[in-house]
């Protein structure tokens, strides 16, 4: 089915960017010239400001009706955050682009949890779909911090990292609009 596809994309791309960015990030702070204290403190950060959009989320979603426009917003936010990184030249806006990415992260998470039982019809079928779309995705996800890291060990920047993590971001924004409409499997 193409919305089994497509809501397998949206969360192996959602699981790769988590665990990358959570593992790395760091780093890329840290490359920024923040030091290493603080640079703990925005991945804590990061993490802490994706809870409110986890909450939220679900209760947005509904039981009915499309899902489009919060997966685009969710995506947006992220996105935005994300490209605040390649630009950030001072601490404040990197605490603002570590904020975008967690609220975008904690929604996009929730989306991708919530689209497998939006989109099935019984419990069978959200079954089937949550066995194949967090199979995909972890495995997707289990390969990308590594991947990321070594990307980095040969260019010595961040730049292409960061680059990928907005391509990666802009394929999710286009998965979770095409996940997030109103059909089921």
Not at 62 to 67: D, L, V
Not at 87 to 111: D, E, P, R
Not at 169 to 180: H, N, R, T
């Amino acid at each position: 089915s193409a919305t089994a596809w497509q809501v397998t994309i949206f969360t192996g791309i959602q699981s790769l960017l988590f665990y990358c960015f959570v593992a790395w990030l760091p780093s890329i702070v840290a490359s920024k010239g923040v030091y290493s204290g603080a640079a703990g403190t925005l991945s804590l950060m990061y993490l802490l400001v994706s809870i409110p959009a986890n909450i939220l989320v679900p209760a947005l979603c509904g039981r009915k009706g499309s899902q489009r426009l919060g997966a685009f917003v969710s995506c947006l936010v992220y996105l935005i955050g994300m490209v605040g990184f390649l630009f950030a030249s001072s601490q404040q806006l990197l605490i603002f682009s570590v904020v975008l990415c967690g609220i975008g992260m904690g929604a996009c998470i929730s989306y991708s949890i919530c689209l497998i039982g939006l989109r099935a019809s019984n419990a069978k079928e959200a079954a089937q779909l949550s066995g194949m779309a967090q199979s995909i995705g972890y495995l997707l996800a289990a390969a990308g911090p590594t991947l990321i890291g070594t990307i980095y060990d040969v260019t010595s920047s961040w730049t292409l990292p960061i680059l990928l993590f907005i391509a990666s971001i802009v394929v999710l924004l286009l998965f979770g609009v095409k996940a997030g409409e109103d059909k089921k499997l």
